[in-house]
């Protein structure tokens, strides 16, 4: 099949993953309205096109936090990847790695720090959950500090909030085994081959690790109890110091919090709400970063994601003052579509777009994007 776009990877993921796994992906809390707000509030934002202007010669590399990137785009730190299609972190991040953008893992992720940085050559990043056990915190750093160059701390998630698909297809830590499930699973013979062909099945940074967690029947008692609902911004600046490297701070939506992730220590700044999986009635991500843009200044960098399914909305974020963008739903889709080859041709797909919408507004430079190409009536 040719992939033209992501809605064409989007379309294919559904036909091949089993349907718990897919909802997972594609859907938010309560009525869904951030996460649809994501998309549509992109569609709100009109580029002027430039004409008989020199663009023979373009470049849409950039760098994140000091590190070169082929296009200011990084994979997010995504949940259950593995569990998408076999290894899918190890996929995601091969992927990643050759086409030149950074990869970050999940503490929730299927395959394990070590298993990952076994199958790259260059350092990842790894997304850190905080938990009341904080000697299990002290124990990811460590583990992650050897094979990733920064760290990103998840501050959006205290509590977890109403997914109602997830509750309906009884996807819980560990997966409810459902006859209804299972069946549905039968019926995806690629995704089932690959899964029974691979030992990274588990929550590989979690199990054998925390205490008291062996396996995934005492994971999700422990999981339960594990989000710790008092996160402030003191213990934001203390890992800050614990992990003693690039830091980013993902999930802020208001001045008010981006400057207090800047004053704990934040290299950069992570405008997101969880995908619309958190707070319902959320403004879209694109449509608060300008204010946070405003509010950090030069103090970090400004980055978002959330909504982002083509390179025309990275160039819009750009536009609106982000330093760089995260994509998480769109490389899930490659990935459940086709694999390592999949995400790759996701990230094939954004670049060519981001250079062609540059083109179309006169530019040959991503690094000169700025506020002119957006189009005021």
Not at 44 to 63: E, F, G, M
Not at 88 to 103: H, N, Q
Not at 189 to 198: E, H
Request: net charge negative.
């Amino acid at each position: 099949m040719t992939f033209t776009c992501i809605e064409d990877l989007r379309q294919a993921h559904k036909r091949r993953v089993p349907r718990m796994f897919y909802d997972y992906v594609d859907s938010g809390s309560w009525t869904e309205t951030t996460y649809r707000d994501n998309e549509t509030a992109f569609e709100k934002i009109k580029l002027r096109q430039r004409v008989a202007r020199d663009i023979s010669t373009r470049s849409i590399a950039s760098k994140l936090i000091g590190r070169t990137a082929a296009m200011p785009v990084a994979l997010a730190p995504t949940g259950l990847t593995g569990m998408q299609h076999a290894d899918g972190e190890i996929l995601a991040a091969r992927a990643a790695e050759k086409f030149g953008v950074p990869f970050t893992l999940s503490t929730m992720s299927i395959c394990s720090i070590e298993a990952v940085a076994a199958a790259v050559s260059q350092p990842f990043w790894f997304q850190l959950y905080v938990m009341k056990d904080f000697d299990f915190i002290k124990s990811l750093i460590e583990r992650a500090r050897p094979h990733c160059d920064a760290l990103v701390v998840t501050v959006d998630l205290h509590i977890l909030g109403q997914r109602h698909k997830d509750i309906k297809n009884g996807l819980s830590t560990p997966p409810a085994p459902t006859p209804r499930n299972l069946l549905n699973m039968m019926t995806k013979l690629r995704w089932a081959r690959g899964m029974l062909g691979t030992s990274n099945r588990d929550f590989g940074n979690v199990i054998g690790h925390a205490k008291g967690v062996e396996n995934m029947r005492t994971l999700g008692q422990w999981s339960a109890e594990q989000l710790d609902p008092s996160l402030d911004w003191d213990d934001v600046a203390r890992l800050r110091e614990l992990w003693g490297g690039k830091f980013i701070v993902k999930g802020v939506m208001e001045p008010q919090d981006a400057r207090a992730a800047v004053n704990s220590g934040a290299d950069a700044v992570l405008v997101s709400n969880h995908g619309g999986r958190q707070l319902d009635g959320a403004p879209a991500t694109i449509d608060v970063l300008p204010a946070i843009v405003a509010e950090v200044g030069n103090d970090a960098e400004v980055w978002m994601d959330g909504g982002i399914r083509s390179g025309q909305d990275v160039f819009k974020a750009l536009a609106l003052g982000a330093h760089g963008t995260m994509i998480g739903r769109a490389f899930l889709y490659g990935l459940g579509a086709d694999g390592e080859a999949g995400v790759t041709r996701c990230l094939d797909i954004i670049a060519n777009e981001l250079d062609l919408t540059m083109a179309f507004c006169g530019l040959t430079d991503i690094n000169n994007v700025d506020s002119s190409v957006i189009w005021q009536p």
